[in-house]
């Protein structure tokens, strides 16, 4: 046994991590393995300084990085049917859900957000991976449609950031249902003309990425995210072949054509508002001019005279 695990009582251990590690002292970042003070880290928005790899943040920070001033209002998302199946594998699906609300705070998996980017009126939806993966049920769908509608009732554009392992198995047909809910809620956004910007984030997988994740008007990724349908893992074993490095990387997707731009946590703010300006500027130069339409009917073509051959004569 270690004499780190071997703290007495009463003294606090700084290198235990306690839930989401916010209880400790230094964090060792999965990148580059360095051991970070934990206020550096808060300082740069959970992006390690020696190697710029990008940590996952909750909810709470991401809507506090984006929104001026970090204020915004969270929307109430209607509450769908519980454990419709009745599902149970270790323990029921109600005790999994209550114990991932305990830990995380959030009813589910996505919250949505109203408030401005520099000056600007968006609505923000946000998946967060510590409830459950990330994963999609009835629920998500339900958020979804609900930041949809509250786009177009303030004729806002629609910004979603991904993390999410895919569909929740608890919900069975009932969760890939979603994949085509969530993307006609994408469609209602576009043909309302608004702005639909998705961040993909590490990781973002699964009929997530199936769905409303590869479907924005600008697809934005940060640093390092993993992003596909299957894991590199499972690709690897049935194509039986090595994949190239770096494959399913934010980066590797932009030089394919899958990914827009890869923004650094920093810049994601900045990089938004430019976006949003002018996609709103396009979107209304592209909008029909407004007025009656007047249709003037088609005007006779001049008939030639008819000729008779000799014989009709």
Same mark, same amino acid.
């Given at each position: 046994?270690?004499?780190?695990?071997?703290?007495?009582?009463?003294?606090?251990?700084?290198?235990?991590?306690?839930?989401?590690?916010?209880?400790?002292?230094?964090?060792?970042?999965?990148?580059?393995?360095?051991?970070?003070?934990?206020?550096?880290?808060?300082?740069?928005?959970?992006?390690?300084?020696?190697?710029?790899?990008?940590?996952?943040?909750?909810?709470?920070?991401?809507?506090?990085?984006?929104?001026?001033?970090?204020?915004?209002?969270?929307?109430?998302?209607?509450?769908?049917?519980?454990?419709?199946?009745?599902?149970?594998?270790?323990?029921?699906?109600?005790?999994?859900?209550?114990?991932?609300?305990?830990?995380?705070?959030?009813?589910?998996?996505?919250?949505?957000?109203?408030?401005?980017?520099?000056?600007?009126?968006?609505?923000?939806?946000?998946?967060?991976?510590?409830?459950?993966?990330?994963?999609?049920?009835?629920?998500?769908?339900?958020?979804?449609?609900?930041?949809?509608?509250?786009?177009?009732?303030?004729?806002?554009?629609?910004?979603?950031?991904?993390?999410?392992?895919?569909?929740?198995?608890?919900?069975?047909? $009932?969760?890939?249902?979603? &994949?085509?809910?969530?993307? *006609? =809620?994408?469609?209602?956004? #576009? +043909?309302?003309?608004?702005?639909? %910007?998705?961040?993909?984030?590490?990781?973002?997988?699964?009929?997530?990425?199936?769905?409303?994740?590869?479907?924005?008007?600008?697809?934005?990724?940060?640093?390092?995210?993993?992003?596909?349908?299957?894991?590199?893992?499972?690709?690897?074993?049935?194509?039986?072949?090595?994949?190239?490095?770096?494959?399913?990387?934010?980066?590797? $997707?932009?030089?394919?054509? &899958?990914?827009?731009?890869? *923004? =650094?946590?920093?810049?994601? #703010? +900045?990089?938004?508002?430019?976006? %949003?300006?002018?996609?709103?500027?396009?979107?209304?130069?592209?909008?029909?001019?407004?007025?009656?339409?007047?249709?003037?009917?088609?005007?006779?073509?001049?008939?030639?005279?008819?000729?008779?051959?000799?014989?009709?004569?």
């Amino acid at each position: 046994m270690s004499w780190l695990s071997n703290i007495p009582p009463g003294i606090k251990n700084i290198f235990k991590r306690e839930d989401d590690g916010n209880d400790t002292l230094w964090t060792k970042c999965s990148g580059c393995g360095e051991m970070i003070f934990q206020r550096d880290l808060d300082a740069t928005h959970q992006v390690c300084p020696a190697c710029n790899h990008h940590l996952p943040i909750g909810p709470a920070e991401r809507f506090g990085l984006v929104f001026d001033n970090g204020e915004y209002t969270l929307l109430d998302i209607p509450e769908p049917v519980q454990d419709p199946l009745k599902f149970r594998d270790e323990k029921k699906y109600t005790d999994r859900l209550r114990e991932n609300r305990k830990k995380t705070g959030q009813n589910d998996a996505m919250q949505v957000a109203v408030g401005t980017i520099d000056g600007a009126d968006v609505v923000v939806a946000i998946e967060n991976f510590s409830f459950m993966g990330g994963s999609m049920g009835l629920a998500l769908g339900e958020a979804m449609l609900k930041a949809a509608e509250e786009a177009i009732a303030r004729k806002a554009p629609l910004i979603v950031f991904t993390a999410s392992g895919g569909a929740r198995m608890q919900e069975g047909i $009932l969760s890939l249902m979603q &994949m085509p809910r969530t993307t *006609v =809620a994408v469609q209602m956004v #576009k +043909e309302a003309r608004l702005p639909y %910007i998705v961040g993909l984030t590490h990781p973002t997988t699964g009929g997530v990425t199936a769905s409303f994740a590869m479907l924005g008007d600008v697809n934005l990724a940060e640093p390092g995210a993993l992003i596909g349908f299957a894991g590199p893992r499972v690709i690897e074993q049935t194509i039986r072949e090595k994949l190239p490095e770096g494959f399913q990387r934010a980066e590797f $997707l932009v030089d394919k054509g &899958m990914v827009d731009l890869v *923004v =650094a946590r920093k810049d994601l #703010k +900045e990089t938004l508002s430019k976006l %949003i300006r002018v996609l709103i500027k396009e979107r209304r130069r592209a909008a029909p001019a407004a007025g009656p339409v007047t249709i003037e009917p088609p005007k006779p073509e001049p008939s030639e005279p008819v000729k008779l051959d000799k014989a009709a004569e």
